[in-house]
């Protein structure tokens, strides 16, 4: 089942030259754009792409989609040689391997990248590594075509209402015209003129967060157990020195212990990974994300791969002997 808009409002965050985004301007009309990576996060933005006027097909495994993704207003199909004619393709897919395998085949089967033209945009929303984006890049290049790298920051419901941080780098005119695109999913920023510029950002963003979540976790913890509201404790921090989205949004869901997907603890561990061989590999230390990694492998061995990377928290309130939430997990799943 598709997930849905929480509401019918949307949003749309103007760039700011003040704060180093980029100011929005008139932009191209393009032709088809191809679209690779329906989950919970790409199908929210296909649909506000789509939604926005833009011609947007979307490539697809499993037919039971078809139908949601055509109210939508995006064209399912079936057939991955049918992006061929596209100028731009966005892809939204987990890992390294599922981008390298739908672009440039396995094995001796051949990728999109075989069947797009010359001067065709390969637009990286993932959340990968830089050494798969300068390879990527290096292999659209050899035949005539462009990479640029946008990952984003946020999750479904900010997907949704179009309030989505889009990082983006690589060559300078086609950064522009797919800044053209993705302005419709929220606010842009320009990071450089090479696309792994924008993985190592979103990466040490990702491990940022990881650890604010599992300080969150960690704090709510100390709260419960010594008969305090956890709640009026983040409405303080909030509303003085911790007033970010990520403290409020993920502080809010924690003490009211909402561990429902956006990222999944097994993904928010692929992203911690990669972020400490990015350190490792400019030499230096991160003890505290290398915590986290301990803490998000235990969760999943515990049990809890399929909840959000809140569940840091989950661990956190189970090594404190608070084992047993008093709200379910899953909400179609009673504790």
Known sequence: MLDQPLSATVIIAESNDQDGSVPVRPHPQFGKIGFVGLGRMGTAMAANLATSGHDVT??????????????????????????????????????DAAVREVFFGCGVRGGLADLLPATAIHLSMSTISTAASTEFASRHAARGQFYVAAPVFGNPDAA??????IVLAGPTAQ??????????????????????QAHLIKLLGNMMTATTLEVLGEVIAVLK??????????????????????????GNRIVAEDYKAGLALPLALKDVRLALAEAEKAGVPTPTIGVVRDRLIAGIARGHGGLDWTGLALVAAEEAGLSRPTRSIDPARPV
């Not at 697809?60 to 992006?83: A, E, F, H, W, Y």
């Open 58 to 95: 979307a490539f697809i495994r499993r037919p039971d989609q078809v139908k949601g993704l055509c109210m939508l207003g995006v064209v399912p199909t079936l057939n991955l040689s049918d992006l061929a004619e596209c100028e731009i393709v966005v892809s939204m897919l987990p890992d």
């Open 160 to 165: 949704w209402a179009r309030q989505l941080f």
């Open 225 to 250: 157990k010594s008969g305090q509201d956890p709640q009026q404790f983040v409405d303080i921090m909030t509303g003085t020195m911790f007033g970010s989205r990520v403290h409020r949004i993920y």
């Open 175 to 196: 950064c522009e015209d797919c800044r053209a695109v993705v302005e419709h999913l929220g606010k842009t920023y320009i990071a450089g003129t090479t696309p792994a």
